[in-house]
Every structure is written in structure tokens, then in C-alpha cells.
């Protein structure tokens, strides 16, 4: 994605879970969601120290390679 916290999924695939909630305080490099993608399971990080915004993905949701996973501010 290209706005500064916004967190997009790294390549296709199916969102297993996120770790975060609407309000809290996160470390740049903090785990906030588990993509599983081509029988592997890859960790989706925030790029920045911040305060999640929204959340825009959901357990079980199928998404493309860029669709938005959630906003840091």
C-alpha cells in the first residue's frame, strides 16, 4: 500500500488471524495479522510505531496481493 501505515497483504492469499484490536498501541516490526499463503504462514507487521486505526480484514477472508489489512496512525 502506498499511504504510511497503511498495511496491505504481501501476496495472495487467506488472512488466519489477527492479532491486534482497534485502539491499541503498536511497535514498528509488532505482529498484527497471519497471512496463510502457499501452504506457509507468513506474519504481517506494522511498519510503524502507532495506534491501529481500522481494521479492514477478517479471519477466514481471501485477499489479493495489496488488499488493505488494516491503518496505523
Not at 34 to 55: F, N
Amino acid at each position: 500500500m502506498g499511504v504510511r501505515g497503511s498495511i496491505g497483504a504481501p501476496m495472495p492469499g487467506e488472512i488466519l488471524q489477527i492479532k491486534v484490536k482497534v485502539g491499541d498501541h503498536v511497535k514498528a516490526k509488532t505482529p498484527v495479522a497471519v497471512l496463510s499463503a502457499m501452504k506457509m504462514e507468513m506474519v504481517i507487521e506494522s511498519p510503524i510505531d502507532g495506534v491501529v486505526k481500522s481494521i479492514a480484514a477478517t479471519p477466514k477472508m481471501k485477499c489479493l496481493a495489496g488488499d488493505l489489512v488494516m491503518e496505523i496512525e
